[in-house]
């Protein structure tokens, strides 16, 4: 199976930053579109940003011009980094990945959430 390993999330000041990352480990053939989703307690998960193959971006308009995301094909790795922190971005974040096995079709991956947390 794919295993995606987040990294980087933990208590921030406001305005301060973070840079959270996504591993994704396995015999993997090529990741095309990857996204960071955040998931406040109650509520559905939301998408925050998204990144395809070919690094083409969207991002949800409440993280717009604070949150950049990125990706290394080689070291199969999603990034985001996230500037201007506020407390309303206190939430859990989760890396999604669309990947390919060799010898496998293609299915979507979770990771288990990393815990940001803004406050002073």
């Known amino acids: 199976q794919v295993h995606l390993v987040e990294s980087g999330g933990g208590l921030v000041q406001p305005g301060g930053s973070l840079r959270l990352s996504c591993a994704a480990s396995?015999?993997?053939?090529?990741?095309?579109?990857a996204g960071w989703y955040r998931q406040a307690a109650g509520k559905q998960r939301e998408l925050v940003a998204d990144?395809?193959?070919?690094?083409?971006?969207n991002y949800a308009d409440s993280v717009k011009g604070r949150f950049t995301i990125s990706r290394d094909n080689a070291k199969n790795t999603v990034y985001l980094q996230m500037n201007s922190l506020k407390p309303e971005d206190t939430v859990v974040y989760y890396c999604?990945?669309?990947?390919?096995?060799?010898?496998?079709?293609?299915?979507?991956?979770w990771g288990q959430g990393t815990q940001v947390t803004v406050s002073s």
């Open positions: 990144i395809t193959d070919n690094g083409a971006t």
């Open positions: 396995g015999s993997i053939f090529s990741i095309s579109a």
């Open positions: 999604n990945a669309e990947v390919t096995l060799f010898g496998v079709t293609t299915s979507y991956y």
